[in-house]
T-cell receptor, first 115, second 114 residues
Framework: GAVVSQHPSWVICKSGTSVKIECRSL??????MFWYRQFPKQSLMLMAT?????????EQGVEKDKFLINHASLTLSTLTVTSAHPEDSSFYIC???????????FGDGTRLSIL | QKEVEQNSGPLSVPEGAIASLNCTYS??????FFWYRQYSGKSPELIMF????GDKEDGRFTAQLNKASQYVSLLIRDSQPSDSATYLC??????????????FGQGTTLQVKP
């Protein structure tokens, strides 16, 4: 149980393109979903927390107009990287939690490369 | 002081030995504690979680929590080369009880040598 699906697995696109990443909880209802970014050999960096039907809460330093998060249902959240540039290239990972104090379950991640 | 601290390692153990991974946290009101395993280039995978003081065992893994010492550990018995990965300690601090947000340590790299 507790499967989180994330798509796409990898994206290569040109600078200026907007990229949408989907995160779905397949076998449980996720009251909260989280979006992380990880650079090579570095720690997970939380970007934002989203609750179904509410605006996402962004961590300090994360541009909300750059990284658009939508959490339309209890099983789906999306992250859109708008007008992506090479410095946005990274490993983006979502996680989902069924409730307070419950574990976060991670998707497989999306490797984004902006040329 | 970092909120969640781990020795980055690498921790090297021979195959079949017990690997002991340690983590300390600063928020005494923290309620939930998690261990994740992350292979290079992959996303984290939940190994164990513990809420109460004491030991919790699951197969070759044992999580130990001591809230008085603000210390949580993960023991891996009969270590296998496939256990070689980075182990992340994560804590749900008191202030995040209404969001589920976790604070992650930097991770400890474990190397199990055949």
């Amino acid at each position: 149980g507790a499967v989180v699906s994330q798509h796409p697995s990898w994206v290569i696109c040109k600078s200026g393109t907007s990229v949408k990443i989907e995160c779905r909880s397949l076998d449980f209802q996720a009251t909260t979903m989280f979006w992380y970014r990880q650079f090579p050999k570095q720690s997970l960096m939380l970007m934002a927390t989203s609750n179904e039907g509410s605006k996402a809460t962004y961590e300090q330093g994360v541009e909300k107009d750059k990284f658009l998060i939508n959490h339309a249902s209890l099983t789906l959240s999306t992250l859109t990287v708008t007008s992506a540039h090479p410095e946005d290239s990274s490993f983006y990972i979502c996680s989902a939690s069924a409730g307070l104090n419950q574990p976060q379950h991670f998707g497989d991640g999306t490797r984004l490369s902006i040329l | 002081q970092k909120e969640v601290e781990q020795n980055s390692g690498p921790l090297s153990v021979p195959e079949g030995a017990i690997a002991s991974l340690n983590c300390t946290y600063s928020d005494r009101g923290s309620q939930s504690f998690f261990w994740y395993r992350q292979y290079s280039g992959k996303s984290p995978e939940l190994i164990m979680f513990i809420y109460s003081n004491g030991d919790k065992e699951d197969g070759r893994f044992t999580a130990q929590l001591n809230k008085a010492s603000q210390y949580v550990s993960l023991l891996i018995r009969d270590s296998q080369p496939s256990d070689s990965a980075t182990y992340l300690c994560a804590v749900n601090p008191r202030g995040s009880s209404n969001t589920g947000k976790l604070i992650f340590g930097q991770g400890t790299t474990l190397q199990v040598k055949p």
